[in-house]
């Protein structure tokens, strides 16, 4: 089995309805992410935190060019990685 490497850091909550919703749509279209809780990791917070202008605001999706979206739709998502370059 190989595993394909995130294309996506999804900061999240566990009770995030938001979070959830956008977590299954990513499963369905085949978008692999890694997901990090920021209220058990301080320092993700603090990342959410100054992606969002003091706000811990979740979703936030950080792309691998340091990109970030914040509580995007499932059309964004595509738009940005689609706009990635190639590894």
Known sequence: MTTTPAAVTMYSTTWCGYCLRLKKMMEREGIPFAEVDIETDPQAADLVMQANGGNR???????????????????????????????
């Open 57 to 87: 605001t979740v979703p936030t999706l950080v792309f691998p060019d340091g990109s970030a979206l914040t509580n995007p739709s499932i059309d964004q998502v595509k738009a940005q990685l689609a706009q990635l370059p190639e590894a």
